[in-house]
T-cell receptor, first 114, second 117 residues
Framework: GENVEQHPSTLSVQEGDSAVIKCTYSDSASNYFPWYKQELGKGPQLIIDIRSNVGEKKDQRIAVTLNKTAKHFSLHITETQPEDSAVYFCAPRWTTSGTYKYIFGTGTRLKVLA | GAGVSQSPSNKVTEKGKDVELRCDPISGHTALYWYRQRLGQGLEFLIYFQGNSAPDKSGLPSDRFSAERTGESVSTLTIQRTQQEDSAVYLC???????????????FGEGSRLTVL
């Protein structure tokens, strides 16, 4: 099965600084790499994703980079704001027998200090 | 509503009782997932339904856990003879159809918080 590791588990940054979270996976057949943001008391929400045919994708202050050879992908948040404070999860998709299973990382709690 | 709906939002039960949790996916979404999230932890995969195919039950932790889904509509997760370690938030997510798993996005409900005393 798929093993997913996420680092760091907690991250505190000053407002305006950048934050980087890394996700390492084991299944080389994984082909879809999303990041989810979970605010307190809510379900996770997709913030950005990347497919295996590209190396980087950017959406305003958020970017995701993928290194398929090394089997890891990273979330980059620039110019952090207090509302970025949340728990972030990577969830590489693992495909088997035509089904799609998402294995979530253990999460990174990001605190943006004002 | 347009989102995934889960009920109840909160459930307190006594050890040994059975509980049923309900998930209403977004209309037209063929895939439905259940995850368990213990306090301060990540999401643990439980079960996955895809259309009329046999469900992937590989994440169910014991035979006390079961889930059903009728077609592409409502799903219920049942926990029999609840134990204190079952206390967690149970999250449901649905995903639209399409080639190679569709867009890939999972749409989550807000979860059902279960407390077993």
């Amino acid at each position: 099965g798929e093993n997913v590791e996420q680092h760091p588990s907690t991250l505190s940054v000053q407002e305006g600084d950048s934050a980087v979270i890394k996700c390492t996976y084991s299944d080389s057949a994984s082909n879809y790499f999303p990041w989810y943001k979970q605010e307190l008391g809510k379900g996770p929400q997709l913030i950005i994703d990347i497919r295996s045919n590209v190396g980087e994708k950017k959406d305003q202050r958020i970017a995701v980079t993928l290194n398929k050879t090394a089997k890891h992908f990273s979330l980059h948040i620039t110019e952090t704001q207090p509302e970025d404070s949340a728990v972030y999860f990577c969830a590489p998709r693992w495909t088997t027998s035509g089904t799609y299973k998402y294995i979530f990382g253990t999460g990174t709690r990001l605190k943006v200090l004002a | 509503g347009a989102g995934v709906s889960q009920s109840p939002s909160n459930k307190v039960t006594e050890k040994g009782k059975d509980v049923e949790l309900r998930c209403d996916p977004i209309s037209g979404h063929t895939a439905l997932y259940w995850y368990r999230q213990r306090l301060g932890q990540g999401l643990e995969f439980l079960i996955y339904f895809q259309g009329n195919s046999a469900p992937d039950k590989s994440g169910l932790p014991s035979d006390r856990f079961s889930a059903e889904r009728t077609g592409e509509s409502v799903s219920t997760l049942t926990i029999q003879r609840t134990q204190q370690e079952d206390s967690a938030v149970y999250l449901c997510a649905s995903s639209p159809p399409g080639l190679a798993g569709g867009t890939g996005e999972l749409f989550f409900g807000e979860g059902s918080r279960l407390t077993v005393l």
